[in-house]
């Protein structure tokens, strides 16, 4: 599985930006995926997830109420709605997926290890 990130860029504070993970996979609907993000010198945090079929969703307690997580399976993307963002969401921002379905993955949507296939990031900056 490969994933695509796009979408960043550089925005001023209070703007929006949405970033796509595409993947090259027909059965990404299978997939769990998650974002996370890094900045240097510091260890990749989660940012928001989402499972298969899009009933479930999660974020980070600095994103909720202006991130939205979602996926078009028919078009294999998993999208992140970035609103009201603020100079601390400056990072590389990465998608990540997994085909683990158990119940597992519901106690550790959170962590970098759960999932099997990478994105190569996607830079957002937002100045101070």
């Known amino acids: 599985v490969q994933l695509q990130a796009s979408g960043g860029g550089l925005v001023q504070a209070g703007g929006s930006l949405r970033l796509s993970c595409a993947a090259s996979?027909?059965?990404?609907?299978?997939?769990?995926v998650a974002w996370f993000r890094q900045v240097p010198g510091k260890e990749c945090s989660f940012v928001a997830a989402?499972?298969?079929?899009?009933?479930?969703?999660n974020y980070a307690d600095s994103v909720k109420g202006r991130f939205t997580i979602s996926r078009t399976n028919a078009q294999n993307t998993v999208y992140l709605q970035m609103n009201s963002l603020k100079p601390e969401d400056t990072a590389v921002y990465y998608c990540?997926?997994?085909?683990?379905?158990?119940?597992?993955?519901?106690?550790?949507?959170?962590?970098?290890?759960?999932?099997?296939?990478w994105g190569q990031g996607t830079q957002v900056t937002v100045p101070a």
């Open positions: 990540a997926a997994t085909d683990n379905s158990g119940s597992v993955y519901y106690k550790r949507y959170n962590r970098p290890a759960v999932y099997d296939y």
């Open positions: 996979v027909r059965t990404f609907g299978r997939y769990n």
């Open positions: 989402i499972n298969w079929s899009g009933g479930f969703t």
